[in-house]
């Protein structure tokens, strides 16, 4: 029978390569910091359910978890290189100065047809001072994970990552992949440069990891187009309205109040 040693080596093996802390690599499995603790100590054994939450969780081989037989991970990976991805298409259109937007709503078009030329062309296209020479997308942001570097709704300026191994750790990126499209702070693990960790600025989202063979493009993100400063003078300016008319209210309430004292001789 075999030690816990070996079961706990390979448990922080996995959740090192994958750049997580305990509470991070625990809330994505679904379970607790506590629980992972004992394993990586080797004061619990890994149970079936734990085993299969964390393949599931991270394409974790069960085989390598239990008896350290195989690859780490489901599937095949190349060690520190990134694989050769299809080239991200520019617009065919006849200012080049125009940068195409992305809205919220036509996010699942643009997952099936990003490398489609004919569906790019039908994009709404801006120009963006600045933007003119390049590669650039606008993407409008879904979801608070972002918060407080970028609010929903707002839209950022985006570049092309044609060579992904030159993304620096901490990147702000737009990532698309067949399920969605997210806002992410991008982290590699050095020694598997194909596993890509996404890490939200809002401290309620939890951070995960992807395989590059899951994403489909990726764009850095160099500015933001934003209304959030607009909204916060109007709500500012609402709160004073407000203000001014309960100081009315008062006021007038202070003054039949002593008109009634004057009355009653008070």
Same mark, same amino acid.
């Not at 919220?104 to 030329?117: F, K, L, P």
């Not at 992904?164 to 499209?181: F, K, P």
């Not at 003078?233 to 709160?239: E, F, I, L, N, Y």
């Given at each position: 029978?075999?030690?816990?040693?070996?079961?706990?080596?390979?448990?922080?093996? =996995?959740?090192?390569?994958?750049?997580?802390?305990?509470?991070?690599?625990?809330?994505?499995?679904?379970?607790?910091?506590?629980? =992972?603790?004992?394993?990586?100590?080797?004061?619990?054994?890994?149970? =079936?359910?734990?085993?299969?939450?964390?393949?599931?969780?991270?394409?974790? &081989?069960?085989?390598?978890?239990?008896?350290?037989?195989?690859?780490?991970?489901?599937?095949?990976?190349?060690? &520190?290189?990134?694989?050769?991805?299809?080239?991200?298409?520019?617009?065919?259109?006849?200012?080049?100065?125009?940068?195409?937007?992305?809205?919220?709503?036509?996010?699942?078009?643009?997952?099936?047809?990003?490398?489609?030329?004919?569906?790019?062309?039908?994009?709404d296209v801006y120009k963006i001072p600045g933007y003119e020479n390049g590669n650039y997308r606008l993407f409008e942001i879904n979801?608070?994970?972002?918060?407080?570097?970028?609010?929903?709704?707002?839209?950022?300026?985006?570049?092309?990552?044609?060579?992904?191994? &030159?993304?620096?750790?901490?990147?702000?990126?737009?990532?698309?992949?067949?399920?969605?499209?997210?806002?992410?702070?991008?982290?590699?693990?050095?020694?598997?440069?194909?596993?890509?960790?996404?890490?939200?600025?809002?401290?309620?989202?939890?951070?995960?990891?992807?395989?590059?063979?899951?994403?489909?493009?990726?764009?850095?993100?160099?500015?933001?187009?934003?209304?959030?400063?607009?909204?916060?003078?109007?709500?500012?300016?609402?709160?004073?309205?407000? =203000?001014?008319?309960?100081?009315?209210?008062?006021?007038?309430?202070?003054?039949?109040?002593?008109?009634?004292?004057?009355?009653?001789?008070?």
């Amino acid at each position: 029978m075999k030690s816990n040693n070996f079961e706990k080596s390979r448990l922080t093996v =996995l959740r090192e390569m994958l750049g997580l802390s305990q509470k991070d690599f625990a809330d994505n499995v679904g379970i607790t910091q506590g629980a =992972l603790s004992q394993l990586e100590t080797g004061k619990s054994r890994l149970s =079936l359910d734990s085993l299969q939450k964390i393949s599931l969780a991270f394409k974790a &081989n069960c085989n390598w978890l239990v008896n350290g037989k195989g690859d780490i991970f489901m599937k095949e990976i190349t060690k &520190n290189k990134v694989p050769v991805r299809q080239s991200i298409l520019t617009v065919d259109i006849e200012d080049t100065a125009l940068v195409p937007l992305v809205l919220e709503e036509a996010y699942a078009g643009y997952i099936n047809g990003c490398q489609d030329t004919d569906y790019l062309s039908t994009l709404d296209v801006y120009k963006i001072p600045g933007y003119e020479n390049g590669n650039y997308r606008l993407f409008e942001i879904n979801g608070d994970s972002m918060i407080p570097t970028i609010y929903p709704r707002e839209i950022v300026v985006s570049e092309c990552v044609e060579d992904w191994e &030159n993304i620096e750790n901490g990147t702000l990126a737009i990532v698309i992949t067949e399920d969605g499209i997210v806002a992410k702070r991008t982290y590699f693990y050095e020694e598997d440069r194909n596993m890509l960790i996404l890490k939200s600025d809002n401290s309620s989202y939890k951070t995960y990891s992807i395989n590059l063979d899951d994403v489909r493009e990726i764009w850095t993100v160099r500015a933001k187009i934003t209304n959030v400063f607009a909204q916060e003078q109007t709500m500012d300016a609402g709160k004073l309205e407000t =203000l001014e008319a309960d100081l009315k209210e008062l006021k007038a309430q202070m003054k039949s109040l002593n008109t009634h004292k004057r009355k009653n001789g008070n």
